[in-house]
């Protein structure tokens, strides 16, 4: 049994998505991090666009993924995100996208800081969303 929060979320793996082998193209796997990211931010009740409302963005400062198993067209796949990290200045998500099986077939970071949107000076996200920063303490991974 986990002692953090999991958000999970289905991905739509399409034919367009696929590379010539068939295989869902490595990229496209950071566009399922978000999915799950994003998800997992509404999961626990706030959201991006409010956090860009307030003047707001948290951009991506690194990103690590391994790739361990394809996932091809056909396939049902799902991304798993959760809190690895969280100091009130910077944000590390983690990630597992795996198969209908529940097999990895990859698995990553992503760190974010908080940026002010007039000038992409970074912020304390402590300080400019306290609410959402102690929601991330109560579920991060411990």
Not at 70 to 80: E, N, Q, S, T
Not at 98 to 109: F, L, Q, R, S, W
Request: net charge neutral; proline share 3%; charged share 25%.
């Amino acid at each position: 049994m986990n002692n953090f929060f999991i958000s999970t979320r289905e991905i739509q793996l399409l034919y367009a998505d696929t590379d010539m082998m068939g295989v869902i193209y490595h990229a496209n796997y950071l566009k399922y991090f978000e999915l799950g990211r994003s998800g997992l931010i509404e999961d626990l009740g706030f959201s991006y666009v409010g956090m860009e409302d307030a003047g707001y963005y948290a951009p991506v400062y690194d990103i690590k993924i391994t790739y361990k198993k394809p996932l091809r067209y056909g396939d049902r796949g799902f991304v798993k995100t959760w809190i690895d990290y969280n100091n009130g200045i910077k944000t590390i998500y983690g990630y597992s996208i795996v198969n209908e099986k529940d097999e990895i077939c990859a698995e990553g970071t992503s760190t974010h800081i908080l940026v002010k949107k007039e000038n992409f000076l970074p912020t304390s996200f402590k300080k400019a969303f306290p609410d959402w920063y102690v929601k991330y303490e109560e579920v991060k991974k411990k």
